[in-house]
């Protein structure tokens, strides 16, 4: 017995030893081959890893080295994206590799600006040994459609006789002086990834995922972070991202975390699976049976028709530690993977809390109108009467499997704004003087959104035409699913304004279109004062038409403001790159004459102040506010978790929570914004700035400014809903002065329905009631870190909602088609219209009481 145990033993202890071994092999690079392309000595990137030469593994033939002539702010480091190496003939790189193992193939593309050629011009086709990889490939084209300055995509080449690997690079016969080019290329190799599959309908069907040749479309942290390759286990250097963007619907579920003392066990699974930190999160569906019963969690992704698509789902029960606790059904494309009778339950296929595990699957996807998407759902099972009616993921990946030795898809449609911002860019930029800025579009299509896999990204832009029941129907263009690129604003100190657009990015500028001042005139009556729709710290809001048919709103910037060219500024390299339904759409801007000014889409209902008090608008009923509420919950929720920097807004309040015609909430005004480049210690030091009444206190003692200074600033947006009055208001006795601190006092003294619009009392479901005060005043919390996320606060606010359309005997099934907006979709639906930055008639006294306090000269 002791010699089975000891020798048990010992090969556990080898096991462990060999996967040990095998990770420092591949971290220390032996087989692994890391290319900066045109580069005579390579170089060392970021992350600290060394970039070799690629020239010793040419072909004979002629091949063109450059440096890049602009680095975009997205770029950590110049290596291996600065140098490129061109072709204008068929060349082909020959690598070293070990025959029957399984290789990561990336490739990294940086469509910049190089000395003497046009990037635009760039279209070819990459093989590698007899599978297609791309073909007709623009690289240009895919960064301006998916807003990156730089694109990695990663392929899984299946385990080959050969020693060598033969890559070739051959510009299109399609197009004329049509060339191609590499910034860097990696080659990895990798234990065996993949297994045989289960063609999802067909139960007897499966597939080789052993011998299959791949291309990564999609790899998330479920409810997690975005973990960078230098993170990723075993040395693979996989990335791994948020979720969020995909998620279907008002049914976002719950952020799970596993707490400290459970320990991850991967006991049979391979520690490559994927990282520790994939297994401590996973989104549920949520506390409620009766709400989880009612929908499914769904994940949407876009995808390139007529290939077979296998999906690795990853799971970790790290709450639950018994079979039948929590049992669920998974479905792909709206087809059962899981039947009834033998539904997903984590505990019994890994026998143990904190054990991980996954689970593949395959199906073919037809080339069929609509089938350009890719759905994943989890449901609850309740054929076994399990305890808890919910269903978690920790980790999705999908993969495009090879067709006929093909894994090539089409070129991403740039949206028709893009076209048009380009064609303008051309014409205002073709003097000498701009010459090399012509073709910068492409290249500088990017922000400070992460790192590779954009592969996967390469499908997400396709336009997308969505129905909306009494909605007109709108097109709109698919933006990248991890990076939204986000920039801070331009460092530069600028002296007058008639520079100021000469410090933006070349992105900004080229995301944006440039009007003429006579085009601004044109379209306000030479801003004719009775255009004005609002007046801001800015200056006046003017409506205004474009192209005779157009509804804009156009700021204009106060001569006096001596913060206005900054403003100017963040709100072009903000509102350029963001692209959410709950967020304002930037249209363009015009710099001439002295004159700023910004355009808008026209948000036809305005402010969400003008529709609460003092208006002779007729009220809101509550509703309504809630879903306002819940709109405008999702942009902050999306700037604060939505690329790889935290975009803090910083003047969140009700005049910059705008209406479109059909009610949908979007958050405006991003000229104090901030980004979080640096948030290990968890805030951006800063100079205080906001409006006074939604005014983080804790940001204004420390100077330390946090995601949670947005959630404090909507804390007072939330009982300003309720409540129906300013944020501020002297004119009270000195204790209930500041909404937010008499909010508080009344509710802990539980008198808060005094306090109440009267329009709402009497009208109002407790429970919903309930749960709206108790968010509001978490939000409230002296202490930042006892403040809830913007996602939490956005659960708890669609709670509430529930608890109204409950009381209403409204199904839940309905209610999402009716009244809830696909998360999926506003991401990458833009926005419509812009009404007045503010109220006209907002109180002078708020504003000279933040004068004072904040900045003699402010806002």
Same mark, same amino acid.
């Not at 100190?493 to 657009?501: C, H, L, Q, R, V």
């Not at 300013?726 to 003294?749: F, G, I, T």
């Given at each position: 017995?002791?010699?089975? +145990?000891?020798?048990?033993?010992?090969?556990?202890?080898?096991?462990?030893?060999?996967?040990?071994?095998?990770?420092?092999?591949?971290?220390?690079?032996?087989?692994?081959?890391?290319?900066?392309?045109?580069?005579?000595?390579?170089?060392?990137?970021?992350?600290?890893? @060394?970039?070799?030469?690629?020239?010793?593994?040419?072909?004979?033939?002629?091949?063109?080295?450059?440096?890049?002539?602009?680095?975009? =702010?997205?770029?950590?480091?110049?290596?291996?994206?600065?140098?490129?190496?061109?072709?204008?003939?068929?060349?082909?790189?020959?690598?070293?590799?070990?025959?029957?193992?399984?290789?990561?193939?990336?490739?990294?593309?940086?469509?910049?600006?190089?000395?003497?050629?046009?990037?635009?011009?760039?279209?070819? +086709?990459?093989?590698?040994?007899?599978?297609?990889?791309?073909?007709?490939?623009?690289?240009?084209?895919?960064?301006?459609?998916?807003?990156?300055?730089?694109?990695?995509?990663?392929?899984?080449?299946?385990?080959?006789?050969?020693?060598?690997?033969?890559?070739?690079?051959?510009?299109?016969?399609?197009?004329? &002086?049509?060339?191609?080019?590499?910034?860097?290329?990696?080659?990895?190799?990798?234990?065996?990834? /993949?297994?045989?599959?289960?063609?999802? $309908?067909?139960?007897?069907?499966?597939?080789?995922?052993?011998?299959?040749?791949?291309?990564?479309?999609?790899?998330?942290?479920?409810?997690?972070?975005?973990?960078?390759?230098?993170?990723?286990?075993?040395?693979?250097?996989?990335?791994?991202?948020?979720?969020?963007?995909?998620?279907?619907?008002?049914?976002?579920?719950?952020?799970?975390?596993?707490?400290?003392?459970? @320990?991850?066990?991967?006991?049979?699974? =391979?520690?490559?699976?994927?990282?520790?930190?994939?297994?401590?999160?996973?989104?549920?569906?949520?506390?409620?049976?009766?709400?989880?019963?009612?929908?499914?969690?769904?994940?949407?992704?876009?995808?390139?028709?007529?290939?077979?698509?296998?999906?690795? #789902?990853?799971?970790? !029960?790290?709450?639950?530690?018994?079979?039948?606790?929590?049992?669920?059904?998974?479905?792909?494309?709206?087809?059962?993977?899981?039947?009834? +009778?033998?539904?997903?339950?984590?505990?019994?296929?890994?026998?143990?809390?904190?054990?991980?595990?996954?689970?593949?699957?395959?199906?073919?996807?037809?080339?069929?109108?609509?089938?350009?998407?890719?759905?994943?759902?989890?449901?609850?099972?309740?054929?076994?009467?399990?305890?808890?009616?919910?269903?978690?993921?920790?980790?999705?990946?999908?993969? @495009?499997?090879?067709?006929?030795?093909?894994?090539?898809?089409?070129?991403?449609?740039?949206?028709?704004?893009?076209?048009?911002? !380009?064609?303008? %860019?051309?014409?205002?930029?073709?003097?000498?003087?701009?010459?090399?800025?012509?073709?910068?579009?492409? $290249?500088?299509?990017? $922000?400070?959104?992460?790192?590779?896999?954009?592969?996967?990204?390469?499908?997400?832009?396709?336009?997308?035409?969505?129905?909306?029941?009494?909605?007109?129907?709108?097109? *709109?263009?698919?933006?990248?699913?991890?990076?939204?690129?986000?920039?801070?604003?331009?460092?530069?100190?600028?002296?007058?304004?008639?520079?100021?657009?000469?410090?933006?990015?070349?992105?900004?500028?080229?995301?944006?279109?440039?009007?003429?001042?006579?085009?601004?005139?044109?379209?306000?009556?030479? /801003?004719?004062?009775?255009?004005?729709?609002?007046?801001?710290?800015?200056?006046?809001?003017?409506?205004?038409?474009?192209?005779?048919?157009?509804?804009?709103?156009?700021?204009? *910037?106060?001569? *006096?403001?001596?913060?206005?060219?900054?403003?100017?500024?963040?709100?072009?390299?903000?509102?350029?790159?963001?692209?959410?339904?709950?967020?304002?759409?930037?249209?363009?801007?015009?710099?001439?004459?002295?004159?700023?000014? #910004?355009?808008?889409?026209?948000?036809?209902? $305005?402010?969400?102040?003008?529709?609460?008090?003092?208006?002779?608008?007729?009220?809101? =009923?509550?509703?309504?506010?809630?879903?306002?509420?819940?709109?405008?919950?999702?942009?902050?929720?999306?700037?604060?978790?939505?690329?790889?920097?935290?975009?803090?807004?910083?003047?969140?309040?009700?005049?910059?929570?705008?209406?479109?015609?059909?009610?949908?909430?979007?958050?405006?005004?991003?000229?104090?914004?901030?980004?979080?480049?640096?948030?290990?210690?968890?805030?951006?030091?800063?100079?205080?700035?906001?409006?006074?009444?939604?005014?983080?206190?804790?940001?204004?003692?420390?100077?330390?400014?946090?995601?949670?200074?947005?959630?404090?600033?909507?804390?007072?947006?939330? /009982?300003?809903?309720?409540?129906?009055?300013?944020?501020? %208001? =002297?004119?009270?006795?000195?204790?209930?002065?500041?909404?937010?601190?008499?909010?508080?006092?009344?509710?802990? @003294?539980?008198?808060?329905?005094?306090?109440?619009?009267?329009?709402?009392?009497?009208?109002?479901?407790?429970?919903?009631?309930?749960?709206?005060?108790?968010?509001?005043?978490?939000?409230?919390?002296?202490?930042?870190?006892?403040?809830?996320?913007? &996602?939490?606060?956005?659960? %708890?606010?669609?709670?509430?909602?529930?608890?109204?359309? +409950?009381?209403?005997?409204?199904?839940?099934?309905?209610?999402?088609?009716?009244?809830?907006?696909?998360?999926?979709?506003?991401?990458?639906?833009?926005?419509?219209?812009?009404?007045?930055?503010?109220?006209?008639?907002?109180?002078?006294?708020?504003?000279?009481?933040?004068?004072?306090?904040? %900045?003699?000269?402010?806002?």
């Amino acid at each position: 017995m002791y010699n089975i +145990s000891h020798i048990l033993l010992s090969v556990v202890c080898f096991s462990v030893f060999f996967n040990a071994l095998y990770a420092q092999i591949s971290r220390s690079g032996s087989g692994v081959l890391v290319l900066s392309c045109g580069s005579k000595d390579g170089g060392t990137d970021s992350d600290g890893r @060394k970039w070799e030469s690629d020239a010793k593994y040419l072909d004979k033939g002629e091949s063109i080295p450059a440096k890049a002539t602009y680095q975009d =702010p997205s770029l950590d480091s110049q290596v291996p994206y600065m140098d490129a190496r061109f072709f204008t003939k068929e060349m082909s790189y020959n690598f070293p590799i070990k025959s029957k193992t399984r290789y990561w193939l990336r490739f990294h593309f940086y469509p910049s600006t190089y000395p003497e050629l046009n990037i635009s011009d760039s279209y070819f +086709s990459v093989v590698a040994n007899d599978v297609t990889l791309m073909n007709n490939f623009s690289a240009s084209i895919t960064a301006q459609a998916l807003t990156q300055s730089y694109l990695v995509r990663e392929y899984s080449l299946a385990p080959m006789e050969s020693d060598f690997l033969k890559v070739t690079f051959k510009p299109s016969d399609n197009y004329p &002086g049509a060339f191609a080019f590499i910034n860097g290329i990696e080659l990895v190799p990798t234990p065996d990834l /993949f297994d045989t599959a289960t063609m999802v $309908g067909f139960a007897d069907q499966t597939v080789d995922g052993k011998t299959a040749n791949m291309q990564t479309m999609y790899r998330l942290n479920v409810a997690g972070k975005y973990i960078p390759p230098k993170s990723d286990s075993s040395g693979l250097m996989r990335t791994w991202y948020d979720d969020l963007p995909y998620l279907y619907g008002a049914g976002i579920g719950v952020n799970l975390q596993a707490s400290a003392n459970v @320990k991850i066990d991967y006991k049979d699974l =391979p520690d490559y699976s994927a990282p520790v930190d994939v297994y401590r999160t996973a989104r549920g569906m949520g506390p409620n049976k009766d709400i989880n019963v009612g929908y499914n969690l769904t994940w949407i992704f876009q995808i390139d028709p007529s290939f077979t698509y296998y999906v690795r #789902l990853h799971f970790c !029960e790290f709450q639950y530690d018994k079979v039948n606790q929590r049992v669920f059904n998974i479905y792909l494309n709206n087809q059962s993977a899981q039947t009834d +009778s033998a539904a997903a339950d984590v505990i019994g296929w890994t026998g143990g809390q904190g054990v991980p595990t996954y689970k593949d699957y395959a199906t073919f996807v037809t080339d069929m109108p609509g089938d350009d998407e890719f759905w994943v759902a989890v449901t609850p099972s309740t054929v076994s009467l399990p305890q808890y009616y919910d269903a978690i993921v920790n980790g999705i990946e999908i993969f @495009k499997m090879e067709e006929a030795k093909n894994l090539a898809g089409p070129n991403p449609e740039r949206s028709a704004m893009l076209v048009k911002a !380009e064609s303008e %860019n051309k014409k205002s930029f073709s003097d000498k003087n701009s010459k090399s800025n012509i073709h910068v579009i492409g $290249g500088a299509a990017g $922000g400070a959104a992460a790192f590779g896999l954009v592969a996967a990204l390469c499908f997400v832009v396709y336009q997308r035409k969505r129905r909306i029941p009494g909605t007109e129907s709108h097109t *709109s263009s698919w933006l990248p699913i991890y990076g939204q690129s986000h920039t801070t604003a331009s460092k530069s100190t600028i002296s007058g304004k008639s520079n100021a657009s000469s410090h933006l990015s070349a992105m900004a500028q080229g995301l944006c279109r440039r009007f003429s001042l006579a085009e601004i005139k044109r379209a306000t009556k030479s /801003f004719d004062e009775s255009y004005v729709i609002g007046v801001g710290g800015f200056g006046k809001v003017y409506k205004g038409v474009i192209e005779d048919k157009m509804k804009v709103a156009i700021k204009r *910037s106060n001569p *006096s403001s001596e913060q206005g060219v900054n403003e100017f500024m963040t709100e072009i390299e903000m509102l350029s790159k963001l692209r959410h339904k709950h967020l304002v759409s930037l249209i363009g801007f015009c710099e001439e004459d002295n004159e700023m000014c #910004l355009v808008y889409d026209y948000m036809a209902l $305005g402010t969400l102040r003008e529709h609460l008090y003092n208006t002779k608008k007729p009220h809101l =009923p509550w509703k309504q506010r809630l879903e306002i509420c819940i709109g405008a919950a999702r942009g902050l929720h999306y700037l604060h978790t939505g690329a790889k920097y935290t975009i803090i807004h910083r003047d969140v309040k009700t005049t910059n929570i705008l209406l479109d015609e059909n009610w949908v909430a979007k958050v405006s005004d991003f000229g104090l914004s901030k980004t979080g480049p640096n948030m290990e210690n968890g805030h951006v030091s800063t100079v205080v700035k906001g409006s006074f009444g939604y005014l983080d206190p804790e940001y204004f003692k420390r100077q330390q400014l946090t995601e949670k200074s947005d959630v404090y600033s909507f804390g007072v947006v939330l /009982f300003e809903v309720l409540c129906a009055r300013p944020a501020l %208001n =002297p004119n009270l006795p000195k204790e209930q002065v500041s909404l937010a601190d008499w909010a508080l006092h009344c509710k802990r @003294k539980g008198v808060l329905e005094d306090l109440i619009d009267p329009h709402l009392k009497g009208k109002l479901n407790q429970e919903c009631l309930k749960k709206f005060a108790d968010t509001a005043e978490k939000c409230l919390s002296e202490v930042g870190l006892e403040r809830p996320s913007m &996602g939490d606060v956005l659960w %708890n606010l669609e709670f509430a909602l529930q608890l109204v359309e +409950s009381s209403e005997d409204t199904s839940h099934c309905s209610r999402r088609q009716s009244t809830s907006t696909s998360s999926f979709e506003e991401l990458n639906q833009r926005s419509h219209s812009l009404g007045g930055e503010q109220d006209a008639n907002e109180s002078s006294e708020d504003s000279a009481i933040f004068s004072q306090i904040v %900045n003699p000269t402010g806002r």
